[in-house]
């Protein structure tokens, strides 16, 4: 009687600016499939790429629950027209309505404004406002949004507008698309024209970091930066946040711009909140429970999971850390291939404590980081072949 196929679950969330979590996930498939060749065993492949609410949310839930996916053209976040993915998906048990899934990151991310470009005071989430819209024609009931990855600071104000709130300056003009810069010139806010079926659509926020909306902590400052933002336009930035979160008070707008999570992709967390009343939940727990990773970890002998940069930031709740923890939990074997590790990376691993029982870096160390990026599929595919014929080789699987 034949052995039966080891069982290796692959589940990578994205690399950014290298490979979607697909994309990755069928490149270490071919590595596994290679390893497994020169090992002499069989082994059986179950791909399960991750989101936590960046690019890729859209084609994980909709694989995991046999959802549409639709193409809208709409407002970039440089305010040029692009085309942006969303997702539909058929009512579950017990649902009446379709679920929309709406990633940020298709109308405002980071991927869509060039390096030389990024500035965070003139990209607005507009777009973002008007697939939501689009999402409202096909008649979902529920939009889950993915904010990860933004390239914008402008508290979900531009997302708002999209949707009917008006931003007034002190003269009463309204600010048609408002962005990081005209935060701080927002006197007054008027939701009255705001599209009515938000009244009976939940509205879900899928958001995996705990941020406030200003300060130290905030949108601005711990953000902004990595957007393109010079020092001084995080000061800015950060004035305007608070200035905004002012104005909806003065609104009677209900939202704690202290609740964890509001400075979540440049605000949009508080937006989300305010002008849509939103909820949210963590990203990597609606896609881990979509795909109903529990019971696929259940039959796995090998987790391989993995993600561009591995750091202290990736303890927090990011998919691929608690897909790990998931995996110790059920005493799989767990490996994490990345891009690259920063800051506090030991501590993920299980000699420090962590879930990971190996972090294996993909990068060629004398390669540029272009070169790394362009490569991303072919460095995963040579780990991952290496990393099984080894594993198997040692009696480990």
Known sequence: MPQSPLVVLIAPDEFKESLRARD???????????????????????????SDGGAGFVDTL???????????RVTGPLGEPVEAQWGLLPPGEGEREATAVVELSAAAGM???????????????????????????????????????????????????????????????????PTGADLGRIARIDAGARDARLARTRVVVACDVDNPLFGPRGAAFVFAPQKGATPEQVRTLDDGLRALAQRCAEAGIDADPDEPGSGAAGGVGFGARAFLGATSARGAVIAFDALGFDRRLLRADLLITGEGR????????????????????????????????????????????????????????????????????????????????????AGRL
Not at 25 to 49: F, H, M, S, T, Y
Not at 62 to 72: I, P, S, W
Not at 162 to 167: E, I, Q, W
């Open 111 to 177: 991927a869509l404004v060039p390096r030389d470009r990024r500035d965070p005071t003139h990209t607005t989430t507009f777009g973002v406002g008007e697939l939501i819209a689009r999402s409202l024609d096909a008649g979902a009931g529920t939009v889950l949004l993915g904010i990860g990855n933004s390239a914008t600071c402008d508290a979900g104000a531009g997302m708002a507008a999209a949707l009917g709130v008006r931003f007034l300056d002190a003269q009463g003009a309204p600010i048609a698309r």
């Open 310 to 393: 591995l750091d202290a930031q990736s303890l927090g709740g990011k998919a691929p850390f608690e897909a790990a923890r998931r995996a110790a939990e059920a005493g799989a074997l767990c490996v994490a291939l990345v891009g690259a590790t920063g800051e506090g990376w030991e501590r993920a691993t299980r000699a420090r404590g962590g879930p990971f029982d190996e972090v294996v870096v993909i990068a060629d160390p004398d390669a540029s980081l272009a070169a790394n990026i362009k490569r991303g599929g072919a460095n995963l595919e040579a780990h991952a072949a290496r990393i099984v014929e080894r594993l198997v080789r």
């Open 24 to 50: 990755a996930a069928i490149a270490i498939a071919r590595g596994v499939a290679l390893g497994a060749e020169r090992a002499g065993v069989r082994i059986e492949c179950d791909l399960a790429p991750l």
């Open 62 to 72: 909709v694989a995991a629950r046999n959802g549409e996916t639709r193409r809208d």
